[in-house]
């Protein structure tokens, strides 16, 4: 059965609050930095990495210079990251990066979208046409270190949020304009997939696209639901459970972090809204807060 966002069940509902306000045109692939204690995340369109401190409210930005689509930990430190093209490493450090494998150079109209490492440290990214969006030459990629690069989804419309379940047995995968949060079973040694199934889908007719996903440690699926201001909770077989609401329609991507893994924190945008959206919902783009009532997991960083 499809969901409809406009008449949702009856669930327990939270609300999240602006925890630092900005202006971002394209928020997107916000990560929690253990050993920082902070929140890194992205303006794809601004080519900026932000990294955000709750202990201080305070937010540094990193330019790149061009679109920067998604970040992961390295495990040697600093972030692996997807340009338009591109895989590359940041150090925030230091300021260095590093221009790594590219993909679909026969399609021009393509960029790099999401991103996020499984939990043996294998970064997975995919791809998305900019220019006829929605078109399904798109694809989802698995990045094993430079030089090790496979095509493992191909006929994508906009590739989204990736996560596995607390035993990485399960990848749950975002095709956006297929309207869907799709299952498959994940064998963590060769990171191969199969059997694919819908683990959710959301009736077209109601305009509400699916976005960046997280998974948390009873491995539930957190999914942003953009047009609807909405990160909707789904239990492991696809039932929803909890949503929470914030006051910008755009939410792109969430993921937890704070002590314990506490806290849930969402990503929000800008892009495609018109002057009087914007004027209705102000505080559109910001990065928004709340605490959900489960933790989440660390994130796996990049392991080469």
Not at 226 to 241: M, Q
């Amino acid at each position: 059965m499809k969901l409809d966002p406009r008449q949702l069940p009856a669930v327990p509902t939270l609300v999240a609050e602006p925890a630092f306000p900005h202006d971002s045109i394209l928020g997107e692939s916000p990560l929690w930095e253990e050993r920082e204690q902070v929140l890194y995340w992205v303006d794809i369109d601004r080519g900026e990495i932000h990294r955000f401190d709750p202990a201080t409210g305070g937010d540094k930005m990193f330019p790149l210079g061009g679109k920067v689509t998604s970040i992961a930990r390295r495990l040697s430190g600093g972030l692996v990251a997807t340009l338009r093209k591109n895989f590359a490493t940041f150090d925030p450090a230091t300021g260095r990066s590093e221009i790594l494998d590219a993909v679909e150079a026969d399609l021009p109209e393509n960029r790099f979208n999401d991103g996020k490492c499984d939990r043996q440290g294998r970064y997975w990214a995919g791809t998305m046409n900019e220019v006829h969006v929605g078109r399904p030459d798109a694809g989802l990629y698995r990045f094993d270190g430079a030089g090790r690069v496979t095509k493992m989804i191909p006929d994508v419309t906009i590739s989204n949020g990736t996560g596995w379940s607390p035993d990485g047995r399960t990848m749950y995968y975002t095709d956006t304009l297929r309207y869907a949060v799709f299952a498959y079973d994940f064998d963590p040694v060769t990171g191969g997939i199969e059997n694919r199934r819908v683990f959710y889908e959301v009736d077209p007719a109601a305009n509400g696209l699916p976005d960046g996903l997280t998974v948390d440690a009873e491995g539930h699926v957190w999914s942003a639901l953009v047009n609807y201001g909405r990160i909707l909770r789904f239990d492991p077989h696809g039932r929803l459970e909890r949503v929470v609401t914030f006051p910008a329609t755009r939410g792109t991507c969430c993921t937890f972090g704070g002590p314990g893994y506490g806290d849930l924190y969402i990503t929000t945008a800008r892009e495609c809204l018109t002057a009087e959206q914007i004027a209705a919902q102000p505080i559109a783009g910001s990065l928004f807060h709340c605490a959900p009532g489960v933790a989440g997991l660390p994130e796996t960083p990049f392991a080469n």
